[in-house]
């Protein structure tokens, strides 16, 4: 019933920017907190920034000051505005939502399909 659709990843060097955004999509539901996560090759998954819906943030330490978390609640969107790129940051990065439906009280994870990542030294 909902889709997370990412976009914005892409190859870049060492120092550039990127912004990634993701938009869910369908009928019938809300949204509380929002968030990316990242993933590289032979590591496991790490939080890397989350959103509340009152604006409130949380980052991963080795992001803070470099990357911003921000959402339109209009648009059911999060972006993720990543600055000062490093190589370690290459990953593909899924963006993933709380989500409940209306008329219910339990909320779900859903994750985006991720979007590739890549900082060249």
């Known amino acids: 019933q909902v889709q997370l659709v990412e976009s914005g990843g892409g190859l870049v060097q060492a120092g550039g920017s990127l912004r990634l955004s993701c938009a869910a999509s369908g009928s019938d539901f809300g949204i509380n907190a929002m968030g990316w996560y990242r993933q590289a090759p032979g590591k496991q998954r790490e939080l890397v920034a989350r959103i509340i819906p009152d604006g409130s943030t949380n980052y991963e330490d080795s992001v803070k000051g470099r990357f911003t978390i921000s959402r339109d609640n209009a648009k059911n969107t999060v972006y993720l505005q990543m600055n000062s790129l490093k190589p370690e940051d290459t990953a593909v990065y899924y963006c993933?939502?709380?989500?409940?439906?209306?008329?219910?009280?339990?909320?779900?994870?859903?994750w985006g399909q991720g979007t590739q990542v890549t900082v060249s030294s």
């Open positions: 993933n939502a709380q989500i409940r439906f209306l008329g219910g009280w339990t909320f779900y994870t859903y």
